[in-house]
T-cell receptor, first 111, second 114 residues
Framework: QQPVQSPQAVILREGEDAVINCSSSKALYSVHWYRQKHGEAPVFLMILLKGGEQMRHEKISASFNEKKQQSSLYLTASQLSYSGTYFCGTEFPTNDYKLSFGAGTTVTVRA | DSGVTQTPKHLITATGQRVTLRCSPRSGDLSVYWYQQSLDQGLQFLIQ???????AKGNILERFSAQQFPDLHSELNLSSLELGDSALYFCASSPSGQTTYEQYFGPGTRLTVT
């Protein structure tokens, strides 16, 4: 099942913060975050494994709440380079080697 | 540059035709994943190969097939093409067969079916 991302889009000014959520209807084993800039390939940001750990990539961090079956990506003090579409990919504990990606959240950071 | 190469970059073909997309993984990576990205469907997992063997199948149509060769490059074959197959096709590679590893995406092949 495809995870649900929210919001669909967000517009920020440089320096502002934003949160992107990724929710699943089933228990998760891991959550992966990727960023895709327009016309480019997705680029890996981080993986969160079951256990509630937080990860960080530059000023972007994420958390994984197993009970809520949800992950959140935090864009802190956003920079122009943060613009792009953020995808979460989820993996279930069945270990079937598949990632299901959400529809994406488009982030636009303006000067 | 992720180190993953895909050819061709663009492909325009007619309905009913067959095409082959090619992917060379990063040096040392054993896994290749294929994804389809269209405007209304997002990023859809198609199939994974690990060291020459099929490891996982996603929403891949029966008209589509893939293989991974001994030199680890992979090909995705799309046949009896329909207008709805127009999309960006990405391959990604990773060092392991496990999905708990970073995937490195290639630049993609944009397929247009007319």
């Amino acid at each position: 099942q495809q995870p649900v991302q929210s919001p669909q889009a967000v517009i920020l000014r440089e320096g502002e913060d934003a949160v992107i959520n990724c929710s699943s209807s089933k228990a998760l084993y891991s959550v992966h975050w990727y960023r895709q800039k327009h016309g480019e390939a997705p680029v890996f940001l981080m993986i969160l494994l079951k256990g509630g750990e937080q990860m960080r990539h530059e000023k972007i961090s994420a958390s994984f709440n197993e009970k809520k079956q949800q992950s959140s990506l935090y864009l802190t003090a956003s920079q122009l380079s943060y613009s792009g579409t953020y995808f979460c990919g989820t993996e279930f504990p069945t270990n079937d080697y598949k990632l299901s990606f959400g529809a994406g959240t488009t982030v636009t950071v303006r000067a | 540059d992720s180190g993953v190469t895909q050819t061709p970059k663009h492909l325009i073909t007619a309905t009913g035709q067959r095409v082959t997309l090619r992917c060379s993984p990063r040096s040392g990576d054993l896994s290749v994943y294929w994804y389809q990205q269209s405007l209304d469907q997002g990023l859809q997992f198609l199939i994974q190969y690990y060291n020459g063997e099929e490891r996982a199948k996603g929403n891949i149509l029966e008209r589509f097939s893939a293989q991974q060769f001994p030199d680890l490059h992979s090909e995705l074959n799309l046949s009896s093409l329909e207008l709805g197959d127009s999309a960006l096709y990405f391959c990604a590679s990773s060092p392991s067969g496990q999905t708990t590893y970073e995937q490195y995406f290639g630049p993609g092949t944009r397929l247009t079916v007319t």
